[in-house]
């Protein structure tokens, strides 16, 4: 059974740079029929996409986040990878990665992280 | 960027009544690309409907999924308490994913 899991810090400071892994297991990431994703929800607050990447590195972003976004892929760990710069308390929320399966949508999610913006 | 609105934000039903919940896109949506997530509180949302009318491997066949073009809708035929949690709709095109703000359907 395919398996996500979100790690990274839980507390950033303003104007930092949020940095968040996905480890998948249970399967590979590199296939061409998959992207892998990002979701967050802030607290009390609807689900928002932050972006999307495939195996070979090929990205899509939210443009409403884009400019402080990358993300990227190692696929000899069989992870992939968020940086969200220049965070302020509305990037607060928890971060999900998902496996986007083409009509399938997102299939698999990971268990969510929460990341607080603060000083 | 297409924008998904969905209605009504609370429903408020009681066990074995029936939801009809209601996704409408600002421009005609795939299909193909059209699902449905549950969500419970402290939990990651769940793939219920894809291919906006396909249910999720297990799913009871008390939920169902319709619509095309711009307007779509999950209809949970006769609730169980477990049903009572908030519901998204979420689409795919021109290499850019969004989410319905959610529907919450709630104890009566």
């Known amino acids: 059974q395919l398996q996500l899991q979100e790690s990274g810090p839980g507390l950033v400071k303003p104007s930092e740079t949020l940095s968040l892994t996905c480890t998948v297991s249970g399967g590979s990431i590199i296939s061409s029929a998959y992207y892998w994703g990002w979701i967050r929800q802030p607290p009390g607050k609807g689900l928002e996409w932050i972006g999307n990447i495939y195996y070979s590195g090929s990205t899509y972003y939210n443009p409403s986040l884009k400019s402080r976004v990358t993300i990227s892929v190692d696929t000899s760990k069989n992870q992939f990878s968020l940086k969200l710069s220049s965070v302020t308390a509305a990037d607060t929320a928890v971060y999900y990665c998902?496996?986007?399966?083409?009509?399938?949508?997102?299939?698999?999610w990971g268990q969510g992280t929460l990341v607080t913006v603060s000083s | 960027e297409i924008v998904l609105t969905q209605s009504p934000g609370t429903l408020s039903l009681s066990p074995g009544e029936r939801a009809t919940l209601s996704c409408r896109a600002s421009q005609s949506v795939s299909s193909s690309y059209l699902a449905w997530y549950q969500q419970k509180p402290g939990q990651a949302p769940r793939l219920l409907i894809y291919?906006?009318?396909t249910r999720a491997t297990g799913l009871p066949d008390r939920f169902s999924g319709s619509g095309s073009g711009t307007d779509f809708t999950l209809t949970i035929s006769r609730l169980e308490p477990e049903d009572f949690a908030v519901y998204y709709c979420?689409?795919?095109?021109?290499?850019?994913?969004?989410f319905g703000q959610g529907t919450k359907v709630e104890i009566k």
């Open positions: 979420q689409q795919y095109g021109s290499s850019l994913w969004t």
């Open positions: 998902a496996r986007w399966f083409g009509e399938l949508n997102f299939d698999f």
């Open positions: 291919g906006a009318s």
